[in-house]
């Protein structure tokens, strides 16, 4: 049973490249979620995703990301252009919807030099 | 300002012993919460929810209690097992929406 699957698991760069992490949620799934991870402010929610449709983006932190979702089984997160603050753990998760727990994947890790 | 918080970041247990772990949230609005358990280098993985029309949710060898005019919930494991030690993040939402708040986690080791 493939759970949320997420790519690369890690990815270094140089700043003002542009990154972009990948998102397979679970099938069936109707809710789209990305998180960040950071010592300084724990897991944060960037944006979520309702049936392929962006519902929230307050969490994302300015216009260098973006995040897509063209169909209900790929997601993408975009940085452009990627600063060294930018540095943090990446998470996907996909839920079945409203007041659904959500499941996780195994995260991409991002070092920005 | 942390609307949940997890003011133990770390807790040892002996195994076989009960585990208590703790979440304060000040936003009065929330109404449903879930614990997660994460390992290192995995994503969290869902434990137990409860809604804010309980007081006690159970499975296994999971509780999770709430005490709404508090703001206060908590997990308890028992017994405690040495496959138990990660890191347990609460998390809360208001009614509406899924944009839920996670706490900061507390690291649990649960020793043989």
């Known amino acids: 049973d493939a759970g949320v699957i997420q790519s690369p698991r890690h990815e270094v760069t140089e700043m003002g490249q542009e990154v972009t992490l990948r998102c397979k949620p679970i099938s069936g799934h109707n809710s789209l979620f990305w998180y960040r991870q950071t010592m300084m402010r724990g897991l944060e929610l960037l944006i979520y995703f309702n049936n392929n449709v962006p519902i929230d983006d307050s969490g994302m932190p300015e216009d260098r990301f973006s995040a897509k979702m063209p169909n209900a089984s790929f997601s993408t997160l975009k940085i452009q252009p990627s600063e060294p603050r930018d540095s943090a753990v990446y998470f996907c998760?996909?839920?079945?919807?409203?007041?659904?727990?959500?499941?996780f994947g195994d995260g991409t890790r991002l070092s920005i030099l | 300002d942390q609307q949940v918080k997890q003011n133990s970041p770390s807790l040892s247990v002996q195994e076989g012993r009960i585990s208590i772990l703790n979440c304060d949230y000040t936003?009065?609005?929330?109404?449903?919460f879930l614990w997660y358990k994460k390992y290192p280098a995995e994503g969290p993985t869902f434990l137990i929810s409860?809604?804010?029309?309980?007081d006690k949710n159970e499975d296994g060898r999971f509780t999770v209690f709430l005490n709404k005019s508090a703001k206060h919930l908590s997990l308890h494991i028992v017994p405690s097992q040495p496959g138990d030690s990660a890191v347990y993040f609460c998390?809360?939402?208001?009614?509406?929406?899924?944009?839920?708040?996670f706490g900061p986690g507390t690291r649990l080791s649960v020793l043989p």
């Open positions: 936003n009065s609005m929330f109404d449903y």
């Open positions: 409860i809604s804010s029309i309980k």
């Open positions: 998760a996909s839920s079945l919807g409203e007041g659904q727990p959500q499941h």
């Open positions: 998390a809360a939402k208001e009614n509406y929406g899924q944009n839920f708040v």
